[in-house]
């Protein structure tokens, strides 16, 4: 346990000094409040921007407070999952090109501490900025949409979480075997990219998928479903991002002779 401590602490402020803890949750803030913000002012903008003929009124249906925080969680399923993926992509990569691996195998420390104190700071820094950015947005929508209920969103904040959890696991799992970041995050996306696509083709076939929580989440915030109806993805979820955990272990200890 206390070379698990030493680990963690040793990731956090690795972090810190990189400025992983001032980039990530500033970009998913921006990401997320202009979610709100560009579609309460989309008229202006566009009228604005548009070569329109004087006197042109340009009018939209103004969607309700749930509508705009379901868009927002469409835009950290875009681009948010990119920079999730970034953000994890080097935590190992790194650290083998700079021969800090090859000390850290020299001391009593296991695979599984290596591999654990990896995945939980990158699941707290990641955990964490979502939820500020998601918390931000929530109190813009309030502001300028209708209100949306504190408990929905909580709810759909946890859902969604436990799909950034498989993402960074998944990314974790295969820095274990890939050795170059920007390959790492080729293939994790990619891979990712094809679950998602494979989920919306095979919707019947495809209700266990880690790629469904994300509409999941949506669906509580709009059409506040009965949660026993979630119980598939996120059992399935969870143990698939259990299995990637172990797999990570049991590959890192064979690559690197824990």
Same mark, same amino acid.
């Given at each position: 346990?206390?070379?698990?401590?030493?680990?963690?602490?040793?990731?956090?402020?690795?972090?810190?000094?990189?400025?992983?803890?001032?980039w990530l949750p500033v970009v998913i803030m921006i990401l997320g409040i202009s979610q709100p913000i560009t579609t309460y002012y989309m008229p202006q903008i566009i009228e604005k921007a548009g070569n329109l003929p004087e006197g042109a009124k340009i009018e939209f249906p103004?969607?309700?407070?749930?509508?705009?925080?379901?868009?927002?969680?469409s835009q950290y399923g875009t681009i948010g999952t990119l920079l999730f993926v970034l953000a994890t992509m080097g935590v190992i990569s790194q650290e083998r090109q700079n021969n800090v691996l090859t000390l850290i195998m020299a001391r009593p420390v296991s695979a599984f501490q290596y591999i654990a104190s990896k995945w939980s700071s990158q699941v707290i820094i990641a955990l964490t900025s979502l939820f500020l950015s998601y918390v931000l947005t929530w109190?813009? +929508?309030?502001?300028?949409?209708?209100?949306?209920?504190w408990i929905d969103v909580l709810i759909s904040f946890l859902i969604y979480s436990l799909w950034i959890?498989?993402?960074? +696991?998944?990314?974790?799992?295969?820095?274990?075997?890939?050795?170059?970041?920007?390959?790492?995050?080729?293939?994790?996306?990619?891979?990712?990219?094809?679950?998602?696509?494979?989920?919306?083709?095979?919707?019947?076939?495809?209700?266990?998928?880690p790629a469904t929580l994300r509409d999941q989440a949506t669906s509580i915030l709009i059409d506040q479903k009965n949660l026993d109806t979630f119980f598939l993805p996120v059992f399935s979820t969870i143990i698939l991002s259990i299995i990637l955990f172990a797999l990570a272990v049991n590959t890192l200890k064979r690559f690197e002779h824990f």
């Open positions: 346990m206390k070379n698990f401590i030493t680990l963690f602490q040793k990731e956090m402020l690795e972090s810190k000094r990189n400025g992983k803890w001032i103004v969607p309700t407070g749930a509508e705009v925080l379901a868009a927002t969680l109190y813009y +929508t309030n502001l300028l949409f209708s209100p949306v209920r959890i498989f993402i960074l +696991t998944f990314t974790i799992w295969l820095g274990t075997f890939l050795r170059n970041s920007g390959g790492i995050a080729g293939v994790s996306l990619t891979l990712l990219a094809a679950l998602s696509l494979l989920t919306g083709l095979a919707t019947r076939y495809m209700k266990w998928s």
